[in-house]
T-cell receptor
Framework: RKEVEQDPGPFNVPEGATVAFNCTYS??????FFWYRQDCRKEPKLLMS???SGNEDGRFTAQLNRASQYISLLIRDSKLSDSATYLC??????????FGQGTTLQVKP | DTAVSQTPKYLVTQMGNDKSIKCEQN?????MYWYKQDSKKFLKIMFSYNNKELIINETVPNRFSPKSPDKAHLNLHINSLELGDSAVYFC????????????FGPGTRLTVT
């Protein structure tokens, strides 16, 4: 079983749609949680941190459920520029980062 | 100013050769990393250094040898390159690896022929 699992997609959605990505992790010693975005042939960049209380940044909302070991990302009013791969990332208490395979989003006009 | 830089950006070489990739960060971070992203896009940590000391060493062939001359630099040397080493190698840095964002370099696309 992968330590961090994501549905690789691709998710093909029209502009303006709302899309949700899910991620599960297996290590209960996980300490911090993030969503990173990676554009084609580019480096990953932090999209947002994820907290149990949930956090929102504009059209993006992230949620963490520690009991279920589940992380989510919701994108509202999708834009063409949101097309990318979204990486779920978990940090262990040792400082090691574990990346999910990534979920590919393609927003169509 | 580039926060995390890597050279070269592209590297094409033949099997059996030895090559190095260099990484520098100007963020003042204490921790630096090397990641490998294969053709299936999985990003896997290879090594992590904190203040020039190796703290994470994943199951990586010993043909791969990281070197950190100071906390702003982390280089990766690869001996006897194999076809399976073809991938994109990313360097990254962070201040506290347990809680902080990681800043990635632009990647080095290695192709072994």
């Amino acid at each position: 079983r992968k330590e961090v699992e994501q549905d690789p997609g691709p998710f093909n959605v029209p502009e303006g749609a709302t899309v949700a990505f899910n991620c599960t992790y297996s290590n209960s010693a996980s300490q911090s949680f993030f969503w990173y975005r990676q554009d084609c042939r580019k480096e990953p960049k932090l999209l947002m941190s994820v907290y149990s209380s949930g956090n929102e940044d504009g059209r993006f909302t992230a949620q963490l459920n520690r009991a279920s070991q589940y992380i989510s990302l919701l994108i509202r009013d999708s834009k063409l520029s949101d097309s990318a791969t979204y990486l779920c990332v978990v940090t262990l208490i040792t400082g090691k980062l574990i990346f999910g395979q990534g979920t590919t989003l393609q927003v169509k006009p | 100013d580039t926060a995390v830089s890597q050279t070269p950006k592209y590297l094409v070489t033949q099997m059996g050769n030895d090559k190095s990739i260099k990484c520098e960060q100007n963020l003042g971070h204490d921790t630096m990393y090397w990641y490998k992203q294969d053709s299936k896009k999985f990003l896997k940590i290879m090594f992590s250094y904190n203040n020039k000391e190796l703290i994470i060493n994943e199951t990586v062939p010993n043909r791969f040898s990281p070197k950190s001359p100071d906390k702003a630099h982390l280089n990766l040397h690869i001996n006897s390159l194999e076809l399976g080493d073809s991938a994109v190698y990313f360097c990254a840095s962070s201040q506290d690896p347990r809680t902080d964002e990681q800043y990635f370099g632009p990647g080095t696309r290695l192709t072994v022929t």
